[in-house]
């Protein structure tokens, strides 16, 4: 019997070789990049909170609000992994995995998280501002409401810590495209580029209580450290210390079959006179995903 599919320690390989090609793609194709995937996931944004902007069910049934919500949120991620555009919440567990590995500098790992944020952010701002903004997206209640009541309750009342313990959930849940995402959308976690939709439109449309100065201080900095500790400790240094640590000296065993149909073991060192798989790393930026593989 044979499965189409990737080993877990196969996966981690892919992902150590797609975070070398990300951290080492040209600086300006980097940025224009995250500045796709910020507008990309802007407009999952905005679909959501269209679906808050029901002021009977939010009273009676906010559970089932939030539940479509985040079922319809993962959308964008999907754009954004079928266009190759680059998260920087993505780079957080792609180009940590690379660097572990020794296949990416540490300096070029943190160079890529700053342009993919700064993308990220840019992208992020363009639809509030030009779309949703200057469009009158939002301008109409119940609309402007639920903008602003999802970016108040976001930012205002939360405290620090809370924000940032949701960051690492949040990233840590998006090892996975759409149910994982769906699950950290639904239990209110915090994702920093999706807050650069949220917090800058509830501004926009007029939000009491939230300025620049605040959302610097709780909508970025903790959701950004936050999502750091996610995608790259909970996830990139978790996964590369599981299978890639050590990969030449630690005993592997191979999921394949032998001709009698039985689980054969094999060593590090059988497994190094091998023929290893030929892995293309695929553009695509958000969801830590499987890539093409072939011999």
Same mark, same amino acid.
């Given at each position: 019997?044979?499965?189409?599919? #990737?080993?877990?320690?196969?996966?981690?390989?892919?992902?150590?070789?797609?975070?070398?090609?990300?951290?080492?793609?040209?600086?300006?194709?980097?940025?224009?990049?995250?500045?796709?995937?910020?507008?990309?996931?802007?407009?999952?944004?905005?679909?959501?909170?269209?679906?808050?902007?029901?002021?009977?069910?939010?009273?009676?049934? $906010?559970?089932?609000?939030?539940?479509?919500?985040?079922?319809?949120?993962?959308?964008?991620?999907?754009?954004?992994?079928?266009?190759?555009?680059?998260?920087?919440? +993505?780079?957080?567990?792609?180009?940590?995995?690379?660097?572990?590995?020794?296949?990416?500098?540490?300096?070029?790992?943190? *160079?890529?998280?700053?342009?993919?944020?700064?993308?990220?952010?840019?992208?992020?701002?363009?639809?509030?501002?030009?779309?949703?903004?200057?469009?009158?997206?939002?301008?109409?209640?119940?609309?402007?409401?639920?903008?602003?009541?999802?970016?108040?309750?976001?930012?205002?009342? $939360?405290?620090?810590?809370?924000?940032?313990?949701?960051?690492?959930?949040?990233?840590? *849940?998006?090892?996975?495209?759409?149910?994982?995402?769906?699950?950290?959308?639904? #239990?209110?976690?915090?994702?920093?580029?999706?807050?650069?939709?949220?917090? $800058?439109? +509830?501004?926009?449309?007029?939000? $009491?209580?939230?300025?620049?100065?605040?959302?610097?201080?709780?909508?970025?900095?903790?959701?950004?450290?936050?999502?750091?500790?996610?995608?790259?400790?909970?996830?990139?240094?978790? &996964?590369? &210390?599981? &299978?890639?640590?050590?990969?030449?000296?630690?005993?592997?065993?191979?999921?394949?079959?032998?001709?009698?149909?039985?689980?054969?073991?094999?060593?590090?060192?059988? *497994?190094?006179?091998?023929?290893?798989?030929?892995?293309?790393?695929?553009?695509?930026?958000?969801?830590?995903?499987?890539?093409?593989?072939?011999?």
């Amino acid at each position: 019997m044979t499965f189409d599919a #990737l080993s877990p320690r196969e996966v981690i390989e892919a992902v150590s070789n797609t975070g070398a090609h990300k951290g080492n793609m040209r600086l300006d194709k980097v940025f224009f990049s995250a500045v796709s995937a910020g507008c990309l996931l802007a407009f999952a944004c905005g679909t959501t909170l269209s679906t808050n902007a029901t002021p009977w069910f939010q009273e009676n049934a $906010p559970g089932l609000i939030r539940t479509i919500g985040a079922l319809v949120f993962p959308y964008g991620l999907c754009m954004i992994l079928l266009t190759g555009a680059d998260l920087c919440t +993505g780079s957080f567990m792609f180009t940590t995995v690379a660097a572990l590995h020794r296949r990416l500098p540490w300096y070029k790992m943190l *160079l890529h998280w700053a342009v993919t944020f700064l993308g990220n952010l840019a992208g992020s701002l363009f639809v509030v501002a030009i779309i949703f903004g200057y469009g009158n997206t939002f301008s109409a209640e119940p609309f402007k409401s639920a903008a602003i009541s999802f970016a108040t309750k976001k930012q205002v009342a $939360p405290e620090f810590h809370m924000i940032f313990l949701r960051g690492i959930g949040c990233n840590w *849940l998006i090892i996975g495209i759409w149910l994982p995402t769906f699950a950290f959308v639904s #239990l209110g976690f915090d994702h920093v580029v999706a807050n650069m939709t949220f917090i $800058p439109l +509830g501004i926009w449309l007029g939000a $009491p209580h939230i300025t620049t100065g605040l959302y610097i201080w709780k909508g970025i900095i903790p959701t950004l450290l936050g999502n750091i500790i996610g995608g790259g400790v909970f996830c990139g240094v978790y &996964y590369w &210390y599981m &299978y890639l640590l050590d990969l030449n000296t630690l005993p592997l065993y191979s999921e394949r079959k032998d001709r009698s149909g039985s689980m054969t073991p094999v060593s590090s060192s059988e *497994l190094a006179n091998t023929k290893q798989p030929h892995v293309e790393p695929p553009s695509g930026g958000f969801g830590h995903h499987n890539p093409h593989i072939h011999d």
